[in-house]
C-alpha cells in the first residue's frame, strides 16, 4: 500500500465540502479570533472550552455556531495555554477524526510529545493587547505570518490541507523545524516582550516624575512598549516552555546593550553610527506585502512515496527565503507518486530549483493560469 493511501484522510471528502466542520478546543482571544475567522470564511465551527461560562459566552457572542467536541471535524484548532499544550491537543486528536493543529507560541515541547500524522504544529505570530473572548477579531490573522512545524510523523495531507485552511484565514504560511521555530521567535517575539516589559518598568519606577513621563511616553516609545499590555499569564508558561532560547537571547540582547553602552559612554560617534546604521537598514529591509501574479512562477515537484515530502520542501524553501504562495498536492493515477505544485516569487525560482536538484527532484517550470 502507498504511503499516499496509508495517511489519514484529512482533505474533505465530496459530502463535508458543503459543510466544512471545524473545531476550536480553547476559547480564549486567539481562539475566539479563530472562530469568529473560521466562520467569516463559511466554516460550520464548533467550539469546546472547559470553563463552562466561556464556552457560554462563546455561544453568546456568536464566535462559534454550537457547543460540542465534533467527531467528524475536517480540522480542529487548539488554543491552550503552553503548559497544557501536548494534553490538550491529545486529547483533541482522540475526540475528532480530521486534522489538528495548535496555536502555541513555543514548538518543541508539544512537537514531540504528539506523534500523531494528523498533527501539524502551528503559531500564527498575531495577538492583541486584549484579553479574553471580548478582543476576539475576525481580521486577528489578516496579512499575519502562521508558522507552521510539521514533524517526521505529520503526514502530507495533514500539512496541505492545515496551510490551506491557514490561507483561508489570510495569512501567509512560513515552515521550519520546530527547535529553528523557538529559536527564532525568542528573537522576534518572547524578548522584545519581556524587553518592553522592562521599559514599563523603568518608566514607572520614576516615582514623583511619573505624572510627567506618561506626558511625554508617546509616539516611538507608546509604539514599541505596546505589547507589554498583554496578558501576563501566558507569558509565566511561555518562559517556561522556550526557557533556553529566551535566556539564550537575552544574553545576547544584554551584550548587544552593553556594546552600545560602551560606544555612548566613550563618545565614540563612529562606532555609535555604525550600530544605529545597522539597526536602520535592518528595519528598512524588513519585508512587505505580497509581489504581483506576474511576478509569480508555478514550479512542479514529482515527489516520491516518503512520509512527510510535502513538509519536506516546505520547509527547505522557508531555509532558502523562498515564499510559497499557493501548494497544491496533485495524485497520480498509480497512487505511488505525486506532484507537489508551488507558487513562488520568479526571482526566487533558480534558488529553489537548484536546492530541489541537488536534494534528487527533478522540478519542472509550469505556468500561472491564466
Not at 491529545?90 to 489538528?100: P, Y
Not at 528598512?284 to 501574479?293: K, Q
Given at each position: 500500500m502507498s504511503t499516499w493511501a496509508r495517511q489519514p484522510p484529512c482533505v474533505p471528502t465530496s459530502k463535508s465540502v458543503a459543510s466544512r466542520r471545524a473545531q476550536v478546543h480553547g476559547l480564549g482571544l486567539i481562539g475566539g479570533s479563530l472562530g469568529l475567522a473560521l466562520r467569516s470564511a463559511?466554516?460550520?465551527?464548533?467550539?469546546?472550552?472547559?470553563?463552562?461560562?466561556?464556552?457560554?459566552?462563546?455561544?453568546?457572542?456568536g464566535v462559534v455556531?454550537?457547543?460540542?467536541?465534533?467527531?467528524?471535524?475536517?480540522?480542529?484548532?487548539?488554543?491552550?495555554?503552553?503548559?497544557v499544550l501536548p494534553s490538550a491537543v491529545?486529547?483533541?486528536?482522540?475526540?475528532?477524526?480530521?486534522?489538528?493543529?495548535?496555536?502555541g507560541s513555543v514548538k518543541s515541547g508539544v512537537c514531540s510529545a504528539v506523534g500523531d500524522g494528523r498533527f501539524v504544529g502551528g503559531h500564527p505570530m498575531a495577538g492583541s493587547e486584549q484579553v479574553g473572548l471580548r478582543g476576539a477579531r475576525a481580521d486577528m490573522f489578516d496579512g499575519a505570518v502562521w508558522v507552521l512545524t510539521p514533524a517526521e510523523s505529520?503526514?502530507?495531507?495533514?500539512?496541505?490541507?492545515?496551510?490551506?485552511?491557514?490561507?483561508?484565514?489570510?495569512a501567509e504560511t512560513v515552515t521550519m523545524p520546530a527547535d529553528v521555530h523557538d529559536s527564532l521567535v525568542a528573537v522576534v517575539s518572547h524578548v522584545p516582550h519581556l524587553t518592553a516589559a522592562t521599559l514599563m518598568r523603568l518608566a514607572d519606577e520614576r516615582g514623583t516624575e511619573r505624572a510627567v513621563l506618561k506626558r511625554l511616553a508617546a509616539g516611538g516609545f507608546r509604539d514599541m512598549t505596546r505589547i507589554a499590555a498583554g496578558n501576563s499569564d501566558i507569558w509565566l508558561d511561555i518562559c517556561e516552555a522556550n526557557r533556553s532560547a529566551i535566556t539564550s537571547c537575552l544574553d545576547r540582547l544584554i551584550g548587544a546593550l552593553g556594546e552600545m553602552r560602551s560606544a555612548v559612554e566613550g563618545g565614540d560617534r563612529g562606532k555609535l553610527s555604525e550600530l544605529l546604521e545597522q539597526a536602520r537598514r535592518a528595519r528598512?529591509?524588513?519585508?512587505?506585502?505580497?509581489?504581483?501574479?506576474s511576478d509569480l512562477v508555478e514550479l512542479r515537484v514529482p515527489i516520491p512515496d516518503r512520509p512527510g515530502e510535502?513538509?519536506?520542501?516546505?520547509?527547505?524553501?522557508?531555509?532558502?527565503?523562498?515564499?510559497?504562495y499557493d501548494l497544491e498536492i496533485a495524485h497520480s493515477p498509480e497512487g505511488d507518486l505525486g506532484v507537489m505544485i508551488l507558487v513562488i516569487p520568479v526571482e526566487k525560482v533558480e534558488v529553489l530549483r537548484a536546492a530541489l536538484a541537488d536534494g534528487g527532484y527533478s522540478p519542472a517550470l509550469g505556468s500561472l493560469p491564466g
Open positions: 463559511g466554516w460550520d465551527v464548533s467550539g469546546y472550552d472547559v470553563n463552562p461560562s466561556r464556552r457560554a459566552e462563546a455561544l453568546e457572542l455556531d454550537d457547543l460540542h467536541l465534533d467527531r467528524p471535524s475536517d480540522v480542529a484548532f487548539v488554543a491552550a495555554p503552553a503548559a491529545l486529547f483533541a486528536l482522540s475526540r475528532t477524526d480530521g486534522c489538528v493543529t495548535d496555536v505529520t503526514s502530507d495531507e495533514a500539512y496541505a490541507t492545515v496551510r490551506s485552511v491557514v490561507g483561508e484565514l489570510g528598512t529591509n524588513l519585508p512587505v506585502g505580497a509581489p504581483a501574479d510535502v513538509a519536506r520542501i516546505a520547509t527547505l524553501a522557508g531555509q532558502l527565503d523562498v515564499n510559497i
